[in-house]
């Protein structure tokens, strides 16, 4: 068996699309995932017990089918209500409400986790419940969130070429399509996988720097900061 790569080379324009077009997937539906998600843990931790019941409703529903079903019914099952999606918005869709359930416990954990005395203290100063979120509980929880996150992040970048299956232009079909117009299929499947393989030690390099920058305490003092608290002495060394 005789390997051909330079078939490749005539394709490279059309692999560099379906992988923007994988991104644009990938990125646009976590990012839509998060908000979602966000208002989802902060409704599943209201005082209300039927919102509560609802958000537990909701995550068990979406989070406990595959990506695929969801897929499927809104671009296939949802014309029969009138409701009729391109391929490329019922994908958006059918992510982002996937996304939304695994995001929402993942936002939970890292909220509950901040000490309940922080909490307490910004109510004592009079602080307002979304001020608090996001000054005080948010920035805690987000070096708890992070790596659990991120891993949610890459699951869902792969999970993107389900996409394929509803003739969403992406990285997968346009491969599938490539190969079976040229019969090279280990070719292109291979550098297909050398794309996705690149694209998740991206989010993994992302998260690795994210978690870097997010350990404050572990940095070094600023000389002007140094200066400003008074401190004279050699800072020692941190562990």
Known sequence: MQLDYSIVLSYIPALAQATLMTILIAVLSQAIGTVFGFLLALARMSKYVWLQRAVIAYVWIFRGTPVLLHLFF?????????????????????????????????????????????????QAVGMHYPTMVLKIVLPQAVRVILPVYM??????????????????????????????????????????????????????????????????????MSARKRARLGITTPEAPRA
Do not use: C, D
């Open 151 to 220: 891993s949610n992040f890459i699951t869902h970048t792969k999970n993107s070429s389900l996409a394929s299956v509803i003739t969403v232009q992406e990285l997968m079909l346009t491969s599938q399509m490539i190969y079976s117009s040229t019969y090279h299929a280990i070719e292109i499947l291979s550098v297909a996988g050398v794309i996705y393989l690149t694209l998740t030690s991206g989010l993994t390099g992302l998260q690795l720097w994210l978690e870097r920058v997010l350990q404050v305490e572990k940095r070094p």
């Open 74 to 122: 809104i671009y296939y099952a949802a014309p029969t209500f009138g409701i009729t999606l391109e391929a490329f918005p019922a994908a958006i869709i059918a992510f982002s409400v996937s996304s939304a359930a695994y995001n929402s416990e993942i936002i939970r954990a890292g909220l509950q986790a901040v000490h309940p005395g922080q909490v307490e203290a910004a």
